[in-house]
């Protein structure tokens, strides 16, 4: 007899999200839903602590044990993310940069698919920005920084509907995000980092580096945005 076929099944994206989301649902009803607003001004205990920049928008300062071998912290925790948030979101891809000093990059966002993204660095320091690109929202258009770095060990949650970038500070920079839906390039989009309508206070004194596509990228004012 001849060699043995064996059958190979090709799960596509659409597979494993459905695999995952049933996944997600049974860690749900687990979970113990809390009490009160989904999204709050004061302080909660979440790796360390979570507080709100901008609507929706959050800082997440992680607990971090430290001796004199080095430290350990839980940088991130399915259970207690949808406990302490209120958020019912699930990560669908990782992804992990590394950038020299000076380079810019950003805006950007999905049209369709849009990401939400909650990022970090190991590597360095970056000025990380959102901006909020819902018409409907009463924060349209405000845009928040924050100062992201190894040392700091903070992270930043910018949800779906938000514009995204950064620009490395440090010599250079290792930079690490989880996104709620997959990438799809052509879905995507990006908005000029210095448009004078948003007017960024990036903390540089210096022209950032910033590739071809990004350079492209379109003023506020001609750019699709979610309703």
């Known amino acids: 007899p001849?060699?043995?076929?064996?059958?190979?099944v090709t799960r596509s994206c659409a597979f494993r999200r459905i695999s995952m989301d049933a996944i997600v649902r049974r860690r749900r009803a687990r979970a113990t839903r809390p009490e009160g607003p989904r999204r709050r001004e004061c302080e909660v205990n979440l790796m360390g602590g979570v507080s709100q920049i901008v609507d929706e928008v959050l800082r997440i300062e992680p607990k971090v044990f430290g001796d004199e071998r080095g430290f350990f912290f839980e940088s991130f925790n399915q259970l207690k993310w949808q406990e302490k948030t209120g958020l019912e979101t699930f990560f669908y891809q990782d992804n992990h940069?590394?950038?020299?000093?000076?380079?810019?990059?950003g805006l950007h966002y999905q049209i369709c698919q849009p990401q939400g993204k909650l990022v970090r660095v190991v590597v360095?320091?970056?000025?990380?920005?959102a901006v909020d690109l819902r018409r409907?929202?009463?924060?349209?258009?405000?845009?928040?920084g924050e100062y992201l770095s190894a040392e700091n060990k903070r992270q930043l949650w910018v949800p779906p509907?938000?514009?995204?970038?950064f620009?490395?500070?440090s010599k250079c920079?290792?930079?690490?995000?989880?996104t709620t839906d997959y990438y799809a390039p052509q879905h995507e989009r990006c908005i000029i980092w210095n448009d004078p309508q948003i007017n960024i206070d990036w903390p540089i004194d210096f022209d950032p580096v910033v590739s071809t596509k990004d350079a492209q990228g379109l003023l506020f004012c001609d750019a699709e945005v979610y309703e």
């Not at 360095?124 to 920005?129: K, P, R």
């Not at 509907?161 to 970038?165: I, Y």
């Open 161 to 165: 509907g938000f514009g995204h970038g």
């Open 2 to 8: 001849g060699p043995v076929r064996r059958r190979v």
């Open 97 to 105: 940069s590394r950038s020299v000093r000076g380079v810019l990059r």
């Open 124 to 129: 360095g320091e970056v000025f990380d920005v």
């Open 167 to 169: 620009v490395v500070l």
């Open 173 to 178: 920079a290792e930079f690490l995000y989880r």
């Open 136 to 144: 409907s929202s009463p924060t349209f258009g405000r845009w928040v």
